[in-house]
């Protein structure tokens, strides 16, 4: 075989496995693949900017909640639609609410990226977005909303599964750019199975995991 053959040969294969290669880290999210969609979305820090004056002195504290279901999003929260709930056929709606910050899980909707940070019209215009203890209990539907506190909603549901890694660690950064913005202490930051009157339903692992936040921020 000719040398200028054999090097056409070797040309074609490293040619071929180069474009196999880069279809690969495309496929499974690479340094050439990193997803488009995921890449067009601002970083967490751009993302806290409101559309109305920043009011630092109206929030206190952060209460993060959890949503209940596995596959919801800041608009079925909004709708008062429960998404793969624990009983989906018992609890098909629940109360609206419209937090402030949705994290979402992979589940939330077609094409959705883990730990997406979905900022509601009711952080924008620096109006109250945190729902009364209990939420999303109708028993205690006639409590009023916490007006002082930025509320957090994670997708998810910390009895049946843990958060992701995506949403855990997206969850810190937030709660960290807030803490720091809005001179908001850990002791204030709060989770929703500690209030009342969830606080004597906390399981032992939901009292762990919000222990180990506070561990985490300052």
Not at 71 to 87: H, K, P, T
Not at 118 to 143: F, L
Not at 150 to 159: E, H, R, Y
Not at 171 to 181: G, I, K, M, P, S
């Amino acid at each position: 075989m000719s040398q200028k053959r054999v090097a056409l040969v070797l040309a074609s294969l490293v040619g071929t496995l180069t474009v196999s290669c880069g279809v690969l880290l495309l496929m499974e999210g690479g340094a050439l693949g990193t997803s488009p969609v995921a890449f067009a979305r601002p970083p967490i820090t751009a993302q806290l900017d409101p559309t109305a004056p920043l009011q630092r002195g109206a929030w206190n504290y952060i209460i993060i909640y959890q949503s209940g279901d596995l596959a919801g999003s800041s608009a079925s929260l909004a709708d008062g639609r429960l998404v793969g709930g624990s009983d989906p056929a018992q609890n098909s709606v629940r109360p609206k609410a419209n937090f402030h910050f949705v994290i979402d899980s992979a589940r939330s909707r077609r094409g959705a990226v883990d730990g997406d940070l979905e900022v509601s019209n009711a952080w924008q215009n620096q109006t109250a977005g945190a729902p009364y203890a209990g939420w999303p209990d109708y028993r205690y539907h006639t409590i009023s909303p916490y007006k002082n506190a930025v509320g957090i909603c994670l997708i998810g549901d910390l009895t049946r599964e843990p958060l992701s890694e995506a949403q855990h660690r997206n969850l810190l950064q937030l709660v960290r750019e807030l803490q720091d913005r809005l001179n908001i202490p850990a002791e204030r930051v709060l989770f929703q199975w500690e209030l009342e009157p969830n606080a004597s339903s906390a399981t032992p692992f939901q009292v762990s995991y919000a222990q180990g936040v506070r561990a985490s921020i300052r």
